[in-house]
T-cell receptor, first 112, second 106 residues
Framework: NAGVTQTPKFQVLKTGQSMTLQCAQD?????MYWYRQDPGMGLRLIYY???????DKGEVPNGYNVSRLNKREFSLRLESAAPSQTSVYFC???????????FGAGSRLTVL | KNEVEQSPQNLTAQEGEFITINCSYS?????LHWLQQHPGGGIVSLFM???GKKKHGRLIATINIQEKHSSLHITASHPRDSAVYIC????????FGTGTSLTVIP
């Protein structure tokens, strides 16, 4: 019962580099989310996918892209990293919109 | 604008004390969630509720839909309860509070 698995756990990038955060869930959930968590702020939604084949922007989508590869996997890509993207990123999934969220362990990203 | 407000932001308690964390929200919701984030960073769901009250062990969550308010209570607090507690509401999307950092001193 792995739940939500996200990789990598830690990453350091230089400004302008690209990277992809991977997320996979094994609970047959329909909805998947990417959030960022910054000190003093609540979790903020970057992108979400309500179901396989759909993705939508959240509150802070600029500088990010996502891919819902299949029902299990939802990846987040930073095409050209900026220091403002230094944050802890959480992937989460739920059976559907308002249901219980299951979170991954988080990925701490530092952009120098 | 903050759709979800939590209070207090920080809370220190002696072991055994009764603790209350409050959450107020301003949007229409279908459910309210209480989450726990331990110092290691992982986030787990404690409760999802849309009315009334739920209890799990020493934790009790209540919600008043008319007043748009929820409380999380911890009875007989223990140092292992030390964590950040986050209120989240599910409307057309999830909105999160900034969390209440709880420290329980032995």
């Amino acid at each position: 019962n792995a739940g939500v698995t996200q990789t990598p756990k830690f990453q350091v990038l230089k400004t302008g580099q690209s990277m992809t955060l991977q997320c996979a869930q094994d609970m047959n959930h329909n909805s998947m989310y990417w959030y960022r968590q910054d000190p003093g702020m609540g979790l903020r939604l970057i992108y979400y996918s309500a179901s396989e084949g759909t993705t939508d922007k959240g509150e802070v989508p600029n500088g990010y892209n996502v891919s819902r590869l299949n029902k299990r996997e939802f990846s987040l890509r930073l095409e050209s990293a900026a220091p403002s993207q230094t944050s802890v990123y959480f992937c989460a999934s739920s059976l559907s919109g308002a249901n219980v969220l299951t979170f991954g362990a988080g990925s701490r990203l530092t952009v120098l | 604008k903050n759709e979800v407000e939590q209070s207090p932001q920080n809370l220190t308690a002696q072991e055994g004390e009764f603790i209350t964390i409050n959450c107020s929200y301003s949007v229409g919701i279908s459910a309210l969630h209480w989450l726990q984030q331990h110092p290691g960073g992982g986030i787990v769901s404690l409760f999802m509720l849309s009315s009334g009250k739920k209890k799990h062990g020493r934790l009790i969550a209540t919600i008043n839909i008319q007043e748009k308010h929820s409380s999380l209570h911890i009875t007989a607090s223990h140092p292992r309860d030390s964590a950040v507690y986050i209120c989240a509401v599910a409307g057309n999307q999830f909105y999160f509070g900034t969390g209440t950092s709880l420290t329980v001193i032995p």
